[in-house]
Structure formats: C-alpha cells, structure tokens
C-alpha cells in the first residue's frame, strides 16, 4: 500500500516539529509538506495532494475552520484532522461542519494522533 501523504498545518513552529518526529517513525505516514498559517496549508494541498491534513485551529491570516472548508471545497477527497487544544463542543461543531474528518486534543498522546491520521486516510472519522 502506498504511504498516506501528510501535510501539517500549525502556526507554531515547535509543535510542527514535535508531528514531524512522531509521524517520521511511522513507516505508512510520508510527510510532503508543512505550513505555518491557513493560507500556507491551501497552497501545499494544491501542490502536494496529500491524503490527509492535519490542521491547527487557531492559526494567524487564516484559522483552521476557514481553512478546512476551503480545502474540502477545493479538494474534497483531501481528509482534513483538526489538531487543536479546544475542547468546546461550538468548535468540534464549526470543524465538523466546515467538513473536518475529526479532531485530535493536542493534549492527547502521540499514539492518538497516528491512529486519527490513519482513520482520516480511510474516510473514517475520528473524535478524541
């Protein structure tokens, strides 16, 4: 099977880097870009056709909700995960609506973050 293609999209470039060490273990998860703003991340899914975004919420220029509904309206095969430390239900309903295949506390484990991105790449919601 091929690998799932990943593109992160988080504003902060630590956390960015802490994903990229989590998902470079994974032998079936291939990282083909990162962006630090909404904006960024559109132009790396019309670039690098991943198979699944996981995207920061609150992010400057344009946030995560604004950014997962452009994506799903550009690409709508493109499964969008929601990175986030917002555990409000309005902002699992906004992600959802905007077309979100499912969200991930960043106060989760790493472990929960891999399986969330495999779930996304199968069309499978996930909601932790």
């Known amino acids: 099977m091929a690998k799932i293609k990943v593109v992160i999209a988080d504003d902060h470039a630590v956390v960015r880097e802490g ?27 019309a670039k690098t056709k991943p198979h699944v ?21 550009a690409h709508p095969k493109v499964n969008v995960l929601a990175l986030t430390m917002h555990e409000d239900e309005s902002y699992v309903f906004q992600l959802l609506k905007a077309g979100a295949s499912g969200y991930v506390l960043k106060r989760g484990a790493a472990q929960d973050l891999v399986q969330a991105i495999r779930s996304a790449a199968r069309g499978e919601a996930f909601l932790y």
């Open 53 to 73: 975004v996981v995207m920061d919420i609150s992010m400057p220029e344009m946030g995560g909700v604004e950014a997962t509904r452009r994506v799903k309206e």
């Open 19 to 45: 994903i990229k060490m989590i998902l470079s273990r994974e032998p079936d998860i291939e990282i083909v870009g990162e962006a630090g703003n909404g904006r960024e991340a559109l132009d790396l899914v």
